[in-house]
Structures are given as structure tokens and as C-alpha cells.
């Protein structure tokens, strides 16, 4: 970075934290939520309590582990700011909302919440921890905006335990995807310009999430397991077994490392939904299938709700956005110490997991400022065709058009 770059760097962050600081009443926290974020974002090997008070200028890790046991702020306040720092900065009207869960590896039966359960991270049951997330993507960028704290059966009927882990007493047992419905719901009453909800089949084949999200009026495509009963037509995998092979087309559904990724797809219209006034019928049901090219074995179902007119074309960008939220976990664990924590209690997960949501949403803002910058800089306006597409017709115009690119936030 030049001096210029690390001096727009510093700028941004200050303006960040100069946001977010009225959420620490009283001095000593606010610097230290200062220094945490700074180590974060720094270049700091492994993101624990001792590296980054090192890096920070502390003798010991106290006074960071006094920011996230201790002090008093609350981390759901500091999360709110962060959903409206995401909507200002990457929010666009076709803003997805995206619903998984990583797992967290740990040792011993202390932290809240952990036991031996599968942990998609690491692929079999492991000794872990697991958050459920929600991640905002737009053109723009994307960026954790979300989460919570899975806690088992096990721990939730345990009330001695979930005490000494300082377990709030309102926290019974949720699954994953009533956790998921919380943090939709709260991201609907947030600045987050969302018209699109999609997940993987664990949160797809929950019945209930679907029709929530139906009441609110989102649309979504969510995977869903071969064996997902779909109303009238049986199983959505013996439905597409069906399908005529001109039903199968090659569509992207957005580029990855190695350019677009590309699988036929296949699309069945469902059933139209009445409006809440009885009027017109407003949106549509879907049935989705993609296939593999080189395997033509491997098949993923989906379901699918869209306003009337929403095309084919979109429900497949919508369906390969699920992918942002693998990109954002892998982006604040390497960059931003997400997975890099060590606190036990439940109030200290939730204040590292916001502060490096924090990190990386910053991260993201910037990652999108710079592909902005760059696109204005190498795409003179000369260059723009004068050819714009009004109602249904092209038309010269005398105007030049925006230059825009694609969010430089690394594809799968």
C-alpha cells in the first residue's frame, strides 16, 4: 500500500470506529475495542488474546479480555451499527440475505455451548462449537452481518451449566434454522435493502422458514434434500426424473476461480400466491434442479418463491449466491481472527464474533471502494456505449452511463 492508500485506510477506520463508539460509555473500553479491531485487521499470526495485546502495546492480554468479559457494552448494539454500516456502504435494492452455519473446533466442556456435533467445517462430529450466520451480498461486496450461538438440547435443559458459561436465562433451545428465522426477521427491521433469502437444505427444508418468508413478502431459492416433498407432484427428485431433456439448460450461476460456473439447470413453475388483499396473484413457486455437466449424477434441488415475471436467469444468480457466505467465513477466520478466539462464556463469544464481523465488514467496504476507484479509473466514459434500453426499446442517449463492475470479493 502507498502513502496515500494506508492514509484513505486510516481515515475510514477512524470514521468506523468514530460510529461505534458511543456503544462504550466509558474511555478504557472504547481504545480497547480500538486495539482489538486494529489487531484484527492487522498483521498479527495467530489472533488470541497475548498476540494481539503484543501487538496493541499491552504488557498482557487483560485489558482485551476485560473488553470482551467484563466491561459493560452491549455486543447486539454494536451489531446494529454494523447493519447500517453494511447498508450504506454495499446495500443495493437486490441485496441477498444468505442463512449457514460453521462450526468452531474446541477442547474440553466448558465453552458455552460445545460437544461433540457435526461441524460442516471440518466435514464429521468433532468436540466444537457451532454459530449460525447471516450474510448480506450485493454486487457490491458481501459481509457477515448476523449470528448467534447454537446451544444442543444438552446444554439448553441444563440451566446449572448454562449459568456458569453466563448463558442469558431467556436462551431455551432453538434449532438452527428457528435461529435463522430470528435473524432474518431482525435484518427485515434493519436498513439492509433486502429482497432475497437463500440457505442451504438444512435451512431449505424447514417448512416453517419458507412461509415466513412468504408472509414477509421476501423472495427466495433455498436448496432443499432430493427427498423434499413438493406439493401435488411428490418428490422434487422423482419430479425432475421427468423432465425431457430439453428442459435441461446450461445456465451460470456466477463465476468462480476458474470463470463461470456453468450446470444445467431445470425450472418447473409451481403454483401462483394470492396477495393478503385477494387480488392478482403476485408471485410464483418454483421447483429448480441443477446438474453437473462432467457428472451428470450429481444433482441439487431447490425451491423457489419470486415475484410474477422474476426470470429463470435470476433465480440461478440467486441460487449461486449461496457460495458468499463460504467466501465471508473463509475471508474473517484467515483475515480477521473470526475462529481465533479464547473465551469460554457466552458473553465473550458474542463480543469477538461481532468485533470480527466488524473487521471483516470493514474489510469488505473497502475491498468495494477499491473496485469502484479502479473501475472509474480504467473505464473511461468514452468507452460506455451510447446505447440504453428504455421500457421495452434501445434508444440513443446523449448521457454517459455509469461504469460499474462486479464486487472484487473473491469468488468460489
Not at 502495546?57 to 468479559?69: S, V
Not at 430470528?182 to 419458507?210: C, F, H, K, N
Request: charge should be positive.
Amino acid at each position: 500500500m502507498d502513502e496515500r492508500a494506508v492514509e484513505i485506510w486510516n481515515d475510514q477506520l477512524e470514521e468506523l470506529f468514530l460510529r461505534t463508539g458511543h456503544r462504550f460509555r466509558r474511555v478504557e473500553p472504547r481504545r480497547r475495542m480500538r486495539d482489538y479491531i486494529r489487531g484484527l485487521l492487522g498483521p498479527v499470526g495467530r489472533k488470541n488474546g497475548w498476540q494481539l495485546a503484543e501487538y496493541a502495546g499491552h504488557r498482557t492480554p487483560d485489558r482485551l479480555q476485560r473488553l470482551l468479559n467484563g466491561a459493560r457494552w452491549d455486543a447486539d448494539e454494536l451489531r446494529d451499527d454494523l447493519q447500517h454500516y453494511v447498508a450504506e456502504r454495499l446495500g443495493e435494492p437486490d441485496g441477498i440475505l444468505i442463512l449457514d452455519d460453521t462450526g468452531f473446533l474446541k477442547k474440553g466442556t466448558t465453552s458455552a455451548g460445545v460437544q461433540r456435533q457435526y461441524s460442516g467445517t471440518a466435514g464429521r462430529t468433532e468436540n466444537c462449537q457451532i454459530g449460525v450466520f447471516a450474510a448480506y451480498a450485493t454486487t457490491r461486496g458481501r459481509a457477515l452481518v448476523d449470528r448467534e450461538l447454537y446451544l444442543p438440547k444438552s446444554w439448553a435443559d441444563d440451566r446449572d451449566r448454562c449459568q456458569a458459561a453466563h448463558i442469558p436465562d431467556e436462551r431455551a433451545f432453538a434449532t438452527k434454522p428457528d435461529l435463522a428465522k430470528t435473524m432474518v426477521l431482525r435484518a427485515i427491521a434493519s436498513p439492509l435493502p433486502i429482497a432475497w433469502v437463500t440457505a442451504d437444505s438444512a435451512y431449505g427444508q424447514e417448512w416453517r422458514l419458507r412461509r415466513m418468508l412468504e408472509e414477509t413478502g421476501l423472495g427466495y431459492v433455498l436448496a432443499v434434500p432430493k427427498s423434499q416433498q413438493v406439493p401435488h407432484f411428490g418428490r422434487i427428485d422423482h419430479l425432475f426424473t421427468q423432465a425431457p431433456d430439453e428442459a435441461w439448460e446450461r445456465r451460470s450461476c456466477g463465476d468462480g476461480t476458474k470463470g463461470p460456473r456453468i450446470y444445467h439447470w431445470a425450472a418447473l413453475q409451481i403454483t401462483s400466491i394470492e396477495d393478503f388483499d385477494g387480488e392478482m396473484p403476485t408471485h410464483q413457486r418454483w421447483a429448480l434442479a441443477r446438474r453437473s455437466i462432467n457428472k451428470p449424477d450429481q444433482i441439487a434441488y431447490y425451491l423457489a418463491y419470486a415475484p410474477l415475471g422474476t426470470t429463470i436467469e435470476h433465480l440461478v444468480r440467486v441460487a449461486g449466491m449461496r457460495w458468499a457466505i463460504e467466501e465471508a467465513f473463509q475471508t474473517a477466520k484467515n483475515e480477521c481472527g473470526l475462529d481465533q478466539y479464547e473465551v469460554r462464556r457466552y458473553t465473550g463469544w458474542m463480543r469477538h464474533i461481532t468485533l470480527a464481523m466488524l473487521a471483516h465488514a470493514f474489510l469488505a467496504v473497502m475491498a468495494a471502494d477499491a473496485a469502484a476507484k479502479g473501475a472509474a479509473e480504467t473505464v473511461p466514459a468514452w468507452r460506455t456505449s451510447p446505447w440504453q434500453k428504455f421500457g421495452g426499446s434501445w434508444q440513443l442517449s446523449t448521457q454517459p452511463s455509469p461504469c460499474t463492475r462486479p464486487s472484487s470479493a473473491p469468488a468460489r
